[in-house]
C-alpha cells in the first residue's frame, strides 16, 4: 500500500491568506514551506487510487502527483473518494471535481445528510455529474478494492454542528486501511479530540498513523488572540502537554507516527523551531505535501 499525502496542513493551508501570525510570515519567506490543505491519495497497486477528502486545493494536488493524472482521454486513477467529515476544508474540491464523467463517493449517512440538507455541496455536484453514494458504516470492514479495504471508525466530538442537522454518531471518523496481500496497516485519523479507549484500540499496533496535529499548544490560538476557543473546544487534541498527543500515542505500539492537519500557527511547521526538534526526538515526524509512505 502506497499512501501520498496530497496537504498536510488544515483549513485555510499555510501560509493562511488572512493571516500574518509568526509562523505564516516565517513560511511566506521560505516558499518550500507552503503547504495546501488536508487530503491523502492511497492505494495497494499504484493504478487505482482513493482521495481521502477532497481539499480546495485538489487540483493542484493532482497536478502535484503524477499518478494521479489522466491518461490520453480523460480516464483518470482516481476511483473513488472517502470523506472523514463534512468540512469546508475537506469537501469543497467535491465541487472542483465535476467534470469527472461520474464521481463514486464514501460517507456515513450522517455526512451525507450534512452535504445535502446542510452545506448543500452534494446537491449542488450532482447538478454535473452523477455521484454514486456509498455508505460507510463505523466498524464494518468496506473492500476498496482487489488488494485494499478499509474500516472506518467513529470519532466523538462536541465541536459545534454547523449545519444543524442534529447528527452526532458518524459525524467524525477516521479509517483504519489494510492492504490484503502484505497485511500491513495504516489509520488516518485528522481530526480527534480525545483518545477514548475505543480510539486508542482502532490506533494500536498499527504500522502507520497519520494523525491530527492542529495545534501545538492547547491555547495556542488564544494566546495569538486569534480566537476565542481552545484547540479541543474546537475539536482537535493538541501535541503538547501532559495529556497531548505527544505524550499518550508512544504506548499505542505505533510503527511510525506522523502529524498531518496542521494549523497555519503552529510552530511545528517550521524546521528550526524547538518544537519541530522535540517531535522529531520523539520519534514522530511532521508530514509535508509530497510525502509518501509505503506500508
Not at 494521479?68 to 480516464?75: A, G, K, Q, Y
Not at 488564544?222 to 475539536?235: H, K
Not at 526526538?281 to 509512505?293: T, W, Y
Request: neutral net charge; glycine residues 10%; hydrophobic residues 40%.
Amino acid at each position: 500500500m502506497l499512501l501520498r499525502v496530497l496537504g498536510s496542513a488544515a483549513g485555510g493551508g499555510s501560509p493562511q491568506w488572512n493571516c500574518g501570525c509568526p509562523v505564516c510570515a516565517a513560511v511566506r519567506s521560505r516558499a518550500r514551506l507552503a503547504r495546501t490543505q488536508s487530503s491523502v491519495a492511497v492505494s495497494a497497486d499504484r493504478r487505482r487510487w482513493f482521495l481521502i477528502n477532497a481539499s480546495p486545493d485538489v487540483r493542484a494536488q493532482i497536478e502535484a502527483f503524477p499518478r494521479l493524472r489522466p491518461r490520453d482521454d480523460r480516464t483518470t486513477p482516481l476511483q473513488a473518494v472517502l470523506l472523514t467529515d463534512a468540512e469546508l476544508d475537506h469537501t469543497l474540491g467535491l465541487l472542483l471535481l465535476r467534470e469527472a464523467r461520474a464521481l463514486r463517493l464514501y460517507t456515513t449517512p450522517a455526512v451525507r445528510e450534512t452535504l445535502c440538507a446542510g452545506s448543500g455541496i452534494l446537491r449542488t455536484l450532482e447538478r454535473y455529474c452523477p455521484v454514486e453514494w456509498r455508505a460507510v458504516t463505523p466498524g464494518a470492514d468496506l473492500a476498496l478494492a482487489d488488494g485494499l479495504s478499509c474500516r472506518a471508525f467513529d470519532v466523538p466530538t462536541t465541536k459545534r454542528d454547523r449545519f444543524g442537522t442534529g447528527a452526532d454518531h458518524g459525524r467524525v471518523v477516521g479509517y483504519r486501511l489494510t492492504d490484503e496481500r502484505s497485511g500491513g496497516t495504516l489509520v488516518y485519523l485528522p481530526g480527534v479530540q480525545s483518545l477514548t479507549p475505543a480510539l486508542r484500540g482502532e490506533i494500536e499496533g498499527c504500522d502507520c498513523l497519520l494523525i491530527d496535529g492542529t495545534c501545538w499548544r492547547d491555547d495556542e490560538l488564544v494566546r495569538l488572540g486569534l480566537a476565542g476557543r481552545t484547540a479541543r473546544e474546537m475539536g482537535h487534541l493538541p501535541i503538547d502537554g501532559p495529556d497531548g498527543s505527544l505524550a499518550q500515542l508512544p504506548s499505542l505500539g505505533v510503527g511510525r507516527t506522523i502529524f498531518v492537519h496542521m494549523n497555519n500557527t503552529n510552530p511545528v511547521l517550521l524546521e528550526d523551531t524547538s518544537e519541530r526538534r522535540t517531535v522529531e526526538k520523539s520519534g514522530m515526524e511532521v508530514a509535508m505535501d509530497g510525502l509518501e509512505v509505503q506500508v
